[in-house]
């Protein structure tokens, strides 16, 4: 099956600090990959879809110059947390479709855990 | 508004089946996934459907009614390392996905 790493697993930082998270398909190609944001015993919310070539589209709510998404190849795209707070705190997943349809079968990340001190 | 409704929590014993439902009031529909978290794992795919009718993949089944805004996951000769969070999500007419909030499932011996 494809897989989809990220990069890293986990990050601790000190608030206002900037953090870059790597999302990348490893063995297909993916025109669209997801990001999503999942707080302790909460369902996963969809933060932006990454479209590459193109800029992102943020869900209602999320700040766009906050969460930062660049998708600058059809294997890789990056979530940078610009000035990260302890809100910011969550564990942060992305996904990537595989096929001329990107949603009908979505491979995730591992994710990776965001502690902001 | 747009929405996905699952129980929270069930509890079940090893060996036995659940069945695990899900409700959807979307904007339009393209498609309908589970997929199984383990807590702090990122969650795993376990299926897609479509179309009406009941889609098998060994212990696992998915079963959907596009008319009645309607899905379950049912779960057979339940193990122990079933014990996760099911989630239901669908994929509305305009290709956003719409998350429930989950089935924690406990498994108990």
């Known amino acids: 099956g494809a897989v989809v790493s990220q990069h890293p697993s986990w990050v601790i930082c000190k608030s206002g600090t900037s953090v870059k998270i790597e999302c990348r398909s490893l063995d297909f190609q993916a025109t669209t990959m997801f990001w999503y944001r999942q707080f302790p015993k909460q369902s996963l919310m969809l933060m932006a879809t990454?479209?590459?070539?193109?800029?992102?589209?943020?869900e209602q709510g999320v700040e766009k110059d906050k969460f930062l998404i660049n998708h600058a190849s059809l294997t890789l795209s990056t979530l940078t947390v610009t000035s990260a707070h302890p809100e910011d705190s969550s564990f942060y997943i992305c996904?990537?479709?595989?096929?001329?349809?990107?949603?009908?079968?979505?491979?995730f990340g591992p994710g990776t855990r965001l502690t902001v001190l | 508004g747009q929405n996905i409704d699952q129980p929270t929590e069930m509890t079940a014993t090893e060996g036995a089946i659940v069945q695990i439902n899900c409700t959807y009031q979307?904007?339009?529909?393209?498609?309908l996934f589970w997929y199984q978290q383990h807590a702090g794992e990122a969650p795993t795919f376990l299926s897609y459907n479509v179309l009406d009718g009941l889609e098998e993949k060994g212990r696992f089944s998915s079963f959907l009614s596009r008319s009645k805004g309607y899905s379950y996951l049912l779960l057979k000769e339940l193990q122990m390392k079933d014990s996760a969070s099911y989630l239901c999500a669908v994929i509305n007419s305009n290709y956003q996905l719409i998350w429930g909030a989950g089935t924690k499932l406990i498994i108990k011996p």
């Open positions: 990454s479209n590459e070539g193109s800029k992102a589209t943020y």
């Open positions: 996904s990537a479709g595989e096929g001329a349809n990107d949603y009908n079968e979505q491979f």
């Open positions: 979307t904007s339009g529909f393209n498609g």
